[in-house]
């Protein structure tokens, strides 16, 4: 059963950092692209990054761009985003998911809360 | 960015009945390979977003038939056939013809 669980959420102050990761199973991690897409309370969703399998491939958000960072390692079967400077608008529950490489994302993790305020 | 709109935003809908959300892009997601890439998902009251559908027609694995997708360049259609209590929730379409991937902004379903 293909499992992505994300944890590292939390609150922070604007201007701070945090990292988040995604850890994977049932499935084999290496092979398959992987993003990471985030929903504000009460709202729709936003594509925020994607990785390819040997990390060669990153592509970022425009909103993002510069402050958040992808990466993976794929010895330990997980995903990251590591995301600094964080803004009030990054308020959002974060979810990894695996991209099937046929049409885009097909399983999601929980998600995991991030909370930007003072 | 291309702008995906659906419409309604907010769908009441009688335990038994059918349903039908319309997803509008920008632009053609009909992508130069020949495949057009418009998904579906549902996401059920706090829970993460589960796909139904892919490419535009295409349903995932242990979906229910009563689900059908349909449509072509700019215009696509959820369809459910008889809605039951487990179909509430939000559905959203995503395309991914075009960089960056983006969403509708949700349909809200509910039992009336």
């Known amino acids: 059963e293909v499992q992505l669980v994300e944890s590292g959420g939390g609150l922070v102050q604007p201007g701070g950092s945090l990292r988040l990761s995604c850890a994977a199973s049932g499935f084999t991690f290496s092979n398959y692209w992987m993003h990471w897409v985030r929903q504000a309370p009460g709202k729709g969703l936003m594509w925020v990054s994607h990785i390819s399998t040997d990390e060669s491939d990153t592509l970022y958000a425009d909103s993002v761009k510069g402050r958040f960072t992808i990466s993976r390692d794929n010895a330990k079967n997980t995903l990251y985003l590591q995301m600094s400077n964080l803004r009030a608008e990054d308020t959002a529950v974060y979810y990894c998911?695996?991209?099937?490489?046929?049409?885009?994302?097909?399983?999601w993790g929980q998600g995991t809360l991030v909370t930007v305020s003072s | 960015d291309v702008v995906m709109t659906q419409s309604p935003l907010s769908l009441p809908v009688t335990l038994g009945q059918p349903a039908s959300i319309s997803c509008r892009s920008s632009?053609?997601?009909?992508?130069?390979?020949?495949?057009?890439?418009l998904n579906w998902f549902h996401q059920r009251p706090g829970q993460s977003p589960s796909r139904l559908i892919y490419k535009v027609s295409n349903r995932d694995s242990g979906v229910p038939d009563r689900f059908s997708g349909s449509g072509s360049g700019t215009v696509f259609t959820l369809k459910i056939s008889r809605v039951e209590a487990e179909d509430v929730g939000v559905y959203f379409c995503?395309?991914?013809?075009?960089?960056?991937?983006?969403f509708g902004q949700g349909t809200k379903v509910e039992i009336k």
């Open positions: 632009q053609n997601l009909l992508h130069s390979n020949g495949n057009t890439y």
């Open positions: 995503a395309q991914g013809t075009y960089w960056p991937r983006t």
């Open positions: 998911a695996r991209d099937d490489g046929v049409a885009g994302e097909d399983y």
